[in-house]
């Protein structure tokens, strides 16, 4: 067993100075790190025992479990699991010593697991079937979800983006936006705060829009192919959702890309007030609806169309 020799370990620690264990219950307090631990896969007593290791390796397993105040069988098992998810390395001896492999080797041995973790998952789930038709409207309740499903959203696009963007939005998702425009996606964005983003068509509305004192956060709008949409407003301070809706119904989809289309083009046209305004409007003039036609009007008209309800009858 790999702590057959506890018994000796543990009168060798019986010896310790109770000053340096007290010491270090003290410092335990200050456990900060066992929350992201736990976030990466460790249990409680995992963390706290690599924890403890960091500071003091080489250890016995007899002397960690009196330092963090578990019982050692508890402490024992955590050892074990530990060195299999290569946290610690274990002296071959009759000690058993332990030793807390570095904090940075550890993370980068994680995030290298995690990514293969991730390919794997991505082609199992590649393998599942499409998801079939939902025309319902979900709520995004963090300021992750409605980032992360609005860089997705973009990877997704296969015709034009339109999307109204106040700066703080706008720069989270400057860097997806431009790798959008990159694979040959129109992308058109009403913006406010001066933002020039490579291969985006932006539009502004004079040098301070009234919208940034007036309105009650930071706003996103963002529609793809008329085919799914995501409307957001987060917290000035990017910190919480006040309000986010996500949706692949096709109908509101395009009720929104016009609903974007036409606040792009109204703010290009303000904007060139004094200039010629068949410039702005030459260029934005295909991005309505019914001009651009992108996917998701050919999916609602062939959906409601007469032959498409008499084969949905049928069937």
Same mark, same amino acid.
């Given at each position: 067993?790999?702590?057959?020799?506890?018994?000796?370990?543990?009168?060798?620690?019986?010896?310790?100075?109770? $000053?340096?264990?007290?010491?270090?219950?003290?410092?335990?307090?200050?456990?900060?790190?066992?929350?992201?631990?736990?976030?990466?896969?460790?249990?409680?007593?995992?963390?706290?025992?690599?924890?403890?290791?960091?500071?003091?390796?080489?250890?016995?397993?007899?002397?960690?479990?009196?330092?963090?105040?578990?019982?050692?069988?508890?402490?024992?098992?955590?050892?074990?699991?530990?060195?299999?998810?290569?946290?610690?390395? +274990?002296?071959?001896?009759?000690?058993?010593?332990?030793?807390?492999?570095?904090?940075?080797?550890?993370?980068?041995?994680?995030?290298?697991?995690?990514?293969?973790?991730?390919?794997?998952?991505?082609?199992?789930?590649?393998?599942?079937?499409?998801?079939?038709?939902?025309?319902?409207?979900?709520?995004?309740?963090? #300021?992750?979800? +409605?980032?992360?499903?609005?860089?997705?959203?973009?990877?997704?696009?296969?015709?034009?983006?339109?999307?109204?963007?106040?700066?703080?939005?706008?720069?989270?998702?400057?860097?997806?936006?431009?790798?959008?425009?990159?694979?040959?996606?129109?992308?058109?964005?009403?913006?406010? $705060? $001066?933002?020039?983003?490579?291969?985006?068509?932006?539009?502004?509305? $004079?040098?301070?829009?009234?919208?940034?004192?007036?309105?009650?956060?930071?706003?996103?709008?963002?529609?793809?192919?008329?085919?799914?949409?995501?409307?957001?407003?987060?917290?000035?301070?990017?910190?919480?959702?006040?309000?986010?809706?996500?949706?692949?119904?096709?109908?509101?989809?395009?009720?929104?890309?016009?609903? #974007?289309?036409?606040?792009?083009?109204?703010?290009?046209?303000?904007?060139? #007030?004094?200039?010629?305004?068949?410039?702005?409007?030459?260029?934005?003039?295909?991005?309505?609806?019914?001009?651009?036609?992108?996917?998701?009007?050919?999916?609602?008209?062939?959906?409601?169309?007469?032959?498409?309800?008499?084969?949905?009858?049928?069937?």
């Amino acid at each position: 067993m790999l702590f057959s020799h506890c018994s000796l370990d543990g009168q060798i620690s019986r010896g310790l100075d109770n $000053g340096l264990l007290v010491a270090y219950a003290t410092n335990m307090n200050n456990n900060d790190y066992i929350q992201p631990l736990q976030a990466l896969g460790f249990t409680e007593i995992e963390s706290l025992v690599y924890g403890f290791l960091v500071e003091n390796s080489p250890a016995t397993g007899y002397r960690i479990s009196h330092a963090i105040g578990k019982q050692p069988p508890n402490t024992y098992k955590a050892i074990t699991s530990l060195e299999s998810k290569g946290a610690i390395i +274990v002296e071959v001896g009759e000690k058993k010593l332990c030793r807390a492999v570095p904090p940075t080797e550890l993370l980068d041995t994680l995030e290298g697991r995690f990514r293969q973790h991730r390919q794997e998952a991505a082609r199992s789930l590649e393998t599942l079937s499409r998801r079939s038709r939902d025309d319902r409207i979900y709520h995004l309740k963090t #300021v992750d979800q +409605v980032i992360q499903r609005s860089k997705a959203m973009l990877d997704r696009a296969q015709g034009i983006v339109l999307c109204d963007l106040f700066p703080g939005t706008c720069a989270l998702l400057a860097e997806a936006l431009e790798q959008t425009a990159a694979r040959g996606v129109q992308v058109f964005c009403k913006v406010y $705060g $001066g933002e020039r983003i490579p291969g985006v068509n932006v539009q502004q509305l $004079g040098d301070h829009d009234p919208s940034l004192d007036r309105w009650p956060g930071q706003q996103l709008s963002i529609v793809i192919d008329s085919e799914e949409h995501l409307l957001a407003l987060l917290a000035k301070d990017l910190e919480s959702v006040h309000e986010a809706v996500w949706s692949t119904g096709t109908f509101l989809s395009c009720m929104h890309h016009n609903h #974007v289309a036409s606040e792009i083009r109204m703010t290009a046209l303000h904007a060139a #007030v004094g200039e010629q305004l068949d410039s702005p409007e030459q260029s934005l003039s295909q991005i309505t609806l019914l001009t651009f036609q992108p996917t998701g009007l050919t999916t609602l008209v062939q959906r409601y169309s007469p032959n498409s309800r008499n084969e949905d009858n049928q069937s």
